[in-house]
Nanobody, 125 residues
Framework: QLQLVESGGGLVQPGGSLKLSCAVSGFALHRVAIGWFRQAPGKEREGVSCINSRNGTRYTDSVKGRFTISRDNAQGTVSLQMNNLKPEDTAVYYC???????????????????WGQGTQVTVTS
């Protein structure tokens, strides 16, 4: 059974950094695309970044140049390095798996069928 577990969230000041990790179990990581999504209070969930089985990546415009997604198939983890964090990055961050065979991952949440429980990221001074 495919399971995802996020870790690495926390409280950080504006301009700081955090590294989120998504541990994947029950399925070969190299066969799935993994996406990171976030949901702030009162807002809809939005796609942040994704990485496919060939290490193709995609980012939403607001995090380009600040966030980096990567995967370690041997360790079974996908990381999201977040630098120069802003208060508007505050949200619960979720990782999710898309088990379809597609040429490129997307940031549409309905394409992802397995989700982690989320980890809170709070950016405040």
């Amino acid at each position: 059974q495919l399971q995802l577990v996020e870790s690495g969230g926390g409280l950080v000041q504006p301009g700081g950094s955090l590294k989120l990790s998504c541990a994947v179990s029950g399925f070969a990581l190299h066969r799935v695309a993994i996406g990171w999504f976030r949901q702030a209070p009162g807002k809809e969930r939005e796609g942040v970044s994704c990485i496919n089985s060939r290490n193709g990546t995609r980012y939403t415009d607001s995090v380009k140049g600040r966030f980096t997604i990567s995967r370690d198939n041997a360790q079974g983890t996908v990381s999201l390095q977040m630098n120069n964090l802003k208060p508007e990055d505050t949200a619960v961050y979720y990782c999710a798996a898309d088990r379809r065979i597609v040429p490129m991952c997307g940031l549409i949440d309905r394409a992802f069928d397995v989700w982690g429980q989320g980890t809170q990221v709070t950016v405040t001074s």
